[in-house]
């Protein structure tokens, strides 16, 4: 099982997209076991509106650290 999100905007603030999932994870009552990792969709000039899979191994528990 997996969690995934889409962040699309400022590749700047990927590391609050990936707090903000930790947060959702979190609520679902899930927690990370595995590696997380970012799959860059789209990477266009303009850093400004990027497009960002963030994925996360998730199983019953709370939490999901990107190690």
Do not use: K, N
Request: overall charge negative.
């Amino acid at each position: 099982m997996a969690a995934v999100v889409v962040h699309c905007g400022p590749v700047a603030e990927i590391a609050d997209a990936w707090l903000t999932f930790d947060v959702g994870v979190q609520q679902r009552g899930l927690q990370s076991f595995g590696t997380s990792r970012q799959v860059y969709l789209e990477t266009p000039e303009d850093s400004d509106i990027w497009v960002v899979e963030l994925q996360c191994p998730v199983r019953e528990g709370a939490g999901c650290s990107q190690e």
